[in-house]
C-alpha cells in the first residue's frame, strides 16, 4: 500500500533511465514530484504519452508525475532536489540553476562520478556549485538497475548523509514497499562506492569478454573492493560502508549483471571492439568510462594504489590491449593479502 500524501515535495534533475525511474516512484508513492526534461521535444513526449521513448520505452509514467523542460518551473516550491544528471554534468547544471534554489537546499545526488577537472567527489562538486546557498547534501546510492525498480523489484540501496536527522527524514521519503533506504551519516563512503565500482565493472566485462571465466570475475571484484576501500580511507570514508549496499553490494551488482551498462562497454572491450565505436552505440552514459579517467588522477595525487584502475585507464586512453593488461596484472609482485 502506497503512503499517505507527502507534503514534502521533490523536483527530479534528469531524465534519463534512472532519473525518470526514480521521479516515477516517487510520484507513484504519493510523493508530489516533478521531472526537469534538458530536452523540450522530449519532455513533450512524455506528457502526452505518458512514457520516456529514449530511455525507459517499457515503462509507463503516472499521471502524478509532473514534466517540465522550463527549469524555473520544474524546481519551483521544491523541498527536496534529485540530482540525476551525468556526473560530468552536475557542476554546469548547478551554475546555471544557481538562482532558481532557495537557501540551504535539500540536494540528493544520485550521479556516480568523480569530476574529470578538479578531480572532486560529487559532495564537493555540489558544495561549490551552490556554495552561496549553503547546500545540505545527501548520496543516494546501491545495488539497482532502472529495469527491475521501475517495475517495482525489491530493491535495498543506502543513503549517506551527515545530517542523520535529515537523513531520516529523506529515507522515509524515498522508501516504497518495493524500494528500501537504509542511511548512514558516512556520505562520503556511499559516493565514492558508487564511483569505483563502475570502473571495475568495466574491468570485469572485458574479463568476461576475453573468456576467462567465473574465477577471474570473482578476483577483480575482491581487489576491486580492497581498492574501493583503500582510496575511501584515503579520503576520510568509514571502511565499513564498502562491505555494505554502496559498496560490495553495488559492486557484485554492476560486475555480474547484464543490465550493466559499464559491465557491457567492457565485455565488447573484451571482444575487441573500439571504445569509439561502443560508446557511439549507446543513448546512455556508461559513468566508468570517464570516472576511470578521473579516478586514475586522484589515485596519482593522493598517492593510492588502484592496480586495476591503472590497467582500465591503459585500456581506454592509452591504447593498452585488454589482455596485455590482465598479464600486467598477473605479474605484479607477490605480496599479503
Same mark, same amino acid.
Given at each position: 500500500?502506497?503512503?499517505?500524501?507527502?507534503?514534502?515535495?521533490?523536483? !527530479?534533475?534528469? *531524465?534519463?533511465?534512472?532519473?525518470?525511474?526514480?521521479?516515477?516512484?516517487?510520484?507513484?508513492?504519493?510523493?508530489?514530484?516533478?521531472?526537469?526534461?534538458?530536452?523540450?521535444?522530449?519532455?513533450?513526449?512524455?506528457?502526452?504519452?505518458?512514457?520516456?521513448?529514449?530511455?525507459?520505452?517499457?515503462?509507463?509514467?503516472?499521471?502524478?508525475?509532473?514534466?517540465?523542460? &522550463?527549469?524555473?518551473?520544474?524546481?519551483? #516550491?521544491?523541498?527536496?532536489?534529485?540530482?540525476? !544528471?551525468?556526473?560530468?554534468?552536475?557542476?554546469?547544471?548547478?551554475?546555471?540553476?544557481?538562482?532558481?534554489?532557495?537557501?540551504?537546499?535539500?540536494?540528493?545526488?544520485?550521479?556516480?562520478?568523480?569530476?574529470? &577537472?578538479?578531480?572532486?567527489?560529487?559532495?564537493?562538486?555540489?558544495?561549490?556549485?551552490?556554495?552561496?546557498?549553503?547546500?545540505?547534501?545527501?548520496?543516494?546510492?546501491?545495488?539497482?538497475?532502472?529495469?527491475? +525498480?521501475?517495475?517495482?523489484?525489491?530493491?535495498?540501496?543506502?543513503?549517506?548523509?551527515?545530517?542523520?536527522?535529515?537523513?531520516?527524514?529523506?529515507?522515509?521519503?524515498?522508501?516504497?514497499?518495493?524500494?528500501?533506504?537504509?542511511?548512514?551519516?558516512?556520505?562520503?563512503? +556511499?559516493?565514492? #562506492?558508487?564511483?569505483?565500482?563502475?570502473?571495475? *565493472?568495466?574491468?570485469?566485462?572485458?574479463?568476461?569478454?576475453?573468456?576467462?571465466?567465473?574465477?577471474?570475475?570473482?578476483?577483480?571484484?575482491?581487489?576491486?573492493? *580492497?581498492?574501493?576501500?583503500?582510496?575511501?580511507?584515503?579520503? #576520510?570514508?568509514?571502511?565499513?560502508?564498502?562491505?555494505?549496499?554502496?559498496?560490495?553490494?553495488?559492486? +557484485?551488482?554492476?560486475?555480474?549483471?547484464?543490465?550493466?551498462?559499464?559491465?557491457? !562497454? #567492457?565485455?565488447?572491450?573484451?571482444?575487441?571492439?573500439?571504445? &569509439?565505436?561502443?560508446?557511439?552505440?549507446?543513448?546512455?552514459?556508461?559513468?566508468? !568510462?570517464?570516472?576511470? /579517467?578521473?579516478?586514475?588522477?586522484?589515485?596519482?595525487?593522493?598517492?593510492?594504489?588502484?592496480?586495476?584502475?591503472?590497467?582500465?585507464?591503459?585500456?581506454?586512453?592509452?591504447?593498452?590491449?585488454?589482455?596485455?593488461?590482465?598479464?600486467?596484472?598477473?605479474?605484479? *609482485?607477490? /605480496?599479503?593479502?
Amino acid at each position: 500500500m502506497n503512503k499517505q500524501q507527502s507534503s514534502q515535495r521533490v523536483s !527530479v534533475l534528469g *531524465a534519463g533511465a534512472w532519473g525518470t525511474t526514480l521521479a516515477d516512484m516517487l510520484a507513484r508513492n504519493n510523493v508530489p514530484t516533478t521531472l526537469w526534461v534538458r530536452e523540450p521535444d522530449l519532455a513533450d513526449r512524455m506528457r502526452d504519452q505518458r512514457v520516456n521513448d529514449v530511455f525507459l520505452p517499457d515503462i509507463p509514467l503516472s499521471d502524478r508525475l509532473g514534466i517540465e523542460s &522550463d527549469p524555473a518551473t520544474a524546481l519551483e #516550491g521544491a523541498d527536496a532536489y534529485l540530482l540525476v !544528471v551525468p556526473s560530468q554534468f552536475i557542476r554546469p547544471t548547478l551554475e546555471n540553476f544557481r538562482d532558481l534554489f532557495p537557501k540551504r537546499p535539500v540536494m540528493v545526488c544520485a550521479s556516480k562520478g568523480i569530476e574529470l &577537472d578538479s578531480l572532486a567527489p560529487m559532495s564537493q562538486v555540489v558544495a561549490e556549485s551552490l556554495e552561496d546557498k549553503a547546500p545540505r547534501y545527501a548520496s543516494l546510492s546501491g545495488p539497482s538497475f532502472a529495469a527491475e +525498480v521501475s517495475r517495482d523489484m525489491p530493491t535495498s540501496v543506502a543513503l549517506g548523509c551527515a545530517d542523520m536527522d535529515l537523513a531520516r527524514q529523506l529515507r522515509e521519503l524515498f522508501s516504497t514497499p518495493f524500494f528500501r533506504v537504509y542511511s548512514t551519516p558516512d556520505y562520503r563512503g +556511499v559516493e565514492l #562506492g558508487g564511483a569505483v565500482k563502475n570502473v571495475i *565493472a568495466l574491468a570485469a566485462g572485458m574479463s568476461d569478454g576475453l573468456g576467462f571465466g567465473h574465477d577471474a570475475r570473482a578476483a577483480l571484484i575482491t581487489r576491486g573492493l *580492497a581498492e574501493m576501500s583503500r582510496l575511501g580511507e584515503a579520503m #576520510g570514508a568509514q571502511e565499513r560502508t564498502f562491505m555494505g549496499l554502496s559498496g560490495m553490494g553495488d559492486l +557484485v551488482l554492476t560486475c555480474t549483471g547484464d543490465l550493466s551498462r559499464n559491465r557491457q !562497454v #567492457g565485455l565488447k572491450l573484451g571482444q575487441g571492439r573500439k571504445l &569509439d565505436d561502443i560508446i557511439g552505440e549507446m543513448k546512455a552514459v556508461a559513468e566508468g !568510462v570517464k570516472t576511470a /579517467k578521473s579516478l586514475y588522477a586522484l589515485s596519482q595525487k593522493l598517492g593510492v594504489e588502484l592496480p586495476i584502475t591503472e590497467q582500465v585507464h591503459r585500456i581506454l586512453y592509452e591504447d593498452a590491449e585488454p589482455r596485455e593488461a590482465v598479464t600486467r596484472l598477473m605479474g605484479r *609482485a607477490l /605480496k599479503d593479502e
